[in-house]
């Protein structure tokens, strides 16, 4: 069962605070900016290692990072939605914005501020006519890959890019190929130019090593596996204080890494 009332958040440190404050500020396009760690709540990665996805969303929030995102690619729609439903007061008490991913309809019941959703998803158009219909205001993030999928990306009414894989990565079943920080540095122009200000989050195999590269090209990561401990790492309760404590840790240091590169502009 999911707790639902949220947990009281400690206040984080001072420096924290400001990079936070940093992170949100609205640019003079009034587009959120999105700076630093989106974390992924990842339900099949949690399972392996006997994570409980609650407490592990509470356990990044501590780090206050630019979003979360609930990712539940197998389960059924009614545990998704009460995942979300309990993540939902919880993201609004650290003032972090909560995406769901791939279900418009879950998100707008449980009252989440995002979705995001990929190539095979329903398009966006469809998912503003759902959020509008329903009266509610979101903001949507689209996947993409490619200069031939991120040019019609670009054209849509999105809120943010997603772009990716950019490193290899096992947490998503037939991904693409591996684009590499070149050819992200190449798609990051291309967004500049046609429509600036609009964020964008690199995704696939993103780690506290190469969070640096990533943080200097302007971008948010979006990270599932470098939040977690290895797969069969022995834990002797992997959703105890040591455990969790752990896990806010890496969430700090990706978030930190990511916003203090320096980030062009
Ligand atoms: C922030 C972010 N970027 C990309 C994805 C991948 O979305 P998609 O291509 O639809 O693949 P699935 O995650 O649905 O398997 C994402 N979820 N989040
Ligand atoms: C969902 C998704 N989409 C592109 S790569 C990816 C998985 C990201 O997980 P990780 O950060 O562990 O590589
Ligand atoms: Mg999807």
Known sequence: MCPSAPAALPRPPRILHILHIQARAPSKCQVPVMRGLYAIIDTDALARRGIDPILF???????????????????????????LRALVPRAA???????????????????????????????????????????????????????????????????????????????????????????????????????????????????????????????CAAVIGALLPPEGASSSDPNGPDALAAVTARALALHTALLQAKAPG
């Open 57 to 83: 969303a509470d356990a990044v929030l501590l780090a206050r990072p630019a979003a979360i995102q609930l990712r539940d690619k197998h389960g059924s729609a009614r545990r998704m939605l009460d995942l």
């Open 93 to 219: 008490a650290a003032n972090v914005p909560l995406f769901a991913n791939d279900r418009p309809d879950l998100a707008l019941l449980a009252g989440c501020e995002g979705i995001h959703v990929g190539q095979d998803d329903l398009p966006v158009t469809a998912v503003r006519a759902l959020a509008e219909r329903a009266g509610a205001r979101v903001r949507i993030g689209l996947s993409t890959h490619d200069l031939t999928q991120l040019d019609p990306a670009l054209a849509e009414p999105i809120d943010y890019v997603a772009i990716g894989p950019i490193f290899p990565t096992v947490n998503k079943e037939q991904a693409d190929p591996a684009i590499g920080l070149p050819a992200l540095t190449d798609l990051v122009a291309r967004v500049a130019a046609v429509r600036p200000g609009l964020p964008i989050v690199a995704i696939g195999g993103i780690t506290l090593e190469t969070a640096p590269h990533l943080g200097a090209l302007g971008v």
